[in-house]
């Protein structure tokens, strides 16, 4: 199970790049111009900071999955409460339900879910401006910490996957496993990679990405439905 949940994890994120290029294409180009030297930085020297970045956003998403992980199953061992326990797996396999209709753009949904995390962004936000200019990647790591929290519902929808594991190794996993599968396409971003970029904009490759986490949000909704019911 935890392989599986790991990999699936991983396959979200990479089927999520369609969003993440339009969420953070904008964040990734105004680091991208941050960086010691401007355009004149050469792509290897790029690729340093693109990465530490990342691995800053990375870093969050798994302690985030971690605390709902743990939380989660410190209530259960406290209460017993399977059946919430049911009740949050059904939530997250409705949450990528979601997130599989808005990147193949048939429903905006979960944008109004997105809007939820905008306080506690604007709070953070300026703490990442503050440690601008990125004269070493270490900067750039802690940049990628604050970007880590920027509202984001394939984020969200993967952090209800971490909650319903009820589990902190397995919350971090879930959560690390995301966000690793939605590295390529912001390194990508970060390299200008335009061929990746069309590709990813495609209504082919988004309709194609959208109906895969729809039916794998569905199965685990029929899953944990099936758990309830019992």
Known sequence: ????????ALLVGLLGGAHCL????????AFSQALPGGNAVTLQQRMGFVLA????????YTLAGVAVGGAAGALMAMFAL?????GLQA??????C??????????KALI??????????????????????LHRPGKAYLVGL???WLPCGLVYSTLTWALAAADPWQGGLIMAGFGLGTLPTLVAMGAAADLLKRILNSKKFRLMSGLVLIAYGGQMTYIALHQFLK
Do not use: K
Request: glycine share 14%; net charge neutral.
């Open 146 to 148: 604050v970007w880590g």
């Open 112 to 133: 109004h879910i997105e809007a939820l995390g905008q306080p506690l962004w604007r709070r953070l936000a300026p703490l990442g401006q503050a440690i601008l200019p």
């Open 91 to 96: 939530l997250a396999g409705i949450m990528l």
């Open 53 to 60: 970045y990342n691995a800053g956003r990375i870093s969050s």
């Open 22 to 29: 339009g969420m953070c294409g904008g964040i990734v180009g």
């Open 98 to 107: 979601l997130m599989g209709l808005y990147i193949s753009q048939l429903s």
């Open 82 to 86: 399977d059946p919430l326990l049911a």
């Open 1 to 8: 199970m935890t392989e599986y949940n790991f990999y699936a």
